[in-house]
């Protein structure tokens, strides 16, 4: 698992983490977890359930387990959507 994060975090660009995940995983496991993300970032702005199946096509399990997993998960998907944010205010100001 060390060696994948630190192939991950070796990254430099977009085009290298698409090149890297096309060669790394299936298409159906890229759009899995794709989809998982949206999900999770959907649920933390505060939507339900219901906009978010008719949006991602996620299933309510999946949307279930990924809320799951904001709520007593490890807080990987809100530190990476608060520097995501971050990211995008220093975009806009420059």
């Avoid at 999900?39 to 096509?57: D, P």
């Avoid at 309510?60 to 807080?75: E, F, H, P």
């Amino acid at each position: 698992m060390d060696f994948l994060f630190r192939s991950i975090l070796s990254l430099k660009t977009v085009d290298e983490c698409y090149n890297f995940f096309e060669d790394l995983c299936t298409v159906p496991e890229l759009k899995a977890m794709s989809q998982r993300l949206v999900v999770a970032h959907m649920l933390s702005t505060k939507r339900v359930y219901s906009e978010i199946v008719a949006e991602t096509g996620a299933s309510t399990a999946t949307i279930s387990r990924v809320n799951r997993s904001l709520n007593y998960g490890c807080d990987g998907y809100e530190l990476v959507f608060g520097r995501l944010e971050e990211e995008d205010k220093k975009e806009k100001q420059d």
